[in-house]
């Protein structure tokens, strides 16, 4: 499977932008995805993730309110809508599809890198003051 992240962009503190991740393979359906971020000389951060079908949506704190996590499984697409952004949200986002089909799990299952198998190439996010 084939991950591709794209929506990125330059904008202002309190500006919105939605990261979509498309994918190749029918069976993204069948699995959750994530969206970590990463900024340089620091490891990702889990930021976000969705139930295979949509159901129920995980976050980090510090987006709680301000980003909502979707996805459209007839199209392949996981998106991000990322409102009142801030300075600190600045960073290359990811994409990551979990390597378990069909998972149910917590917050702290979705955070760790190490239950993903495909990533997206990233793409970058920055948000001026």
């Known amino acids: 499977v084939q991950l591709q992240a794209c929506g990125g962009g330059l904008v202002q503190a309190g500006d919105s932008l939605r990261l979509s991740c498309a994918a190749s393979?029918?069976?993204?359906?069948?699995?959750?995805v994530a969206w970590f971020r990463q900024v340089p000389g620091k490891g990702r951060e889990f930021v976000s993730a969705?139930?295979?079908?949509?159901?129920?949506?995980f976050y980090r704190d510090s987006v709680k309110g301000r980003f909502t996590i979707s996805r459209d499984n007839v199209q392949n697409t996981v998106y991000l809508q990322m409102n009142s952004l801030r300075p600190e949200d600045t960073a290359v986002y990811y994409c990551?599809?979990?390597?378990?089909?069909?998972?149910?799990?917590?917050?702290?299952?979705?955070?760790?890198?190490?239950?993903?198998?495909?990533w997206g190439q990233g793409t970058q996010v920055t948000v001026s003051s």
């Open positions: 969705i139930t295979w079908n949509g159901e129920i949506p």
């Open positions: 393979a029918r069976t993204f359906s069948n699995v959750a």
């Open positions: 990551a599809s979990d390597r378990t089909t069909y998972t149910r799990g917590s917050r702290a299952y979705y955070s760790e890198e190490a239950n993903f198998v495909f």
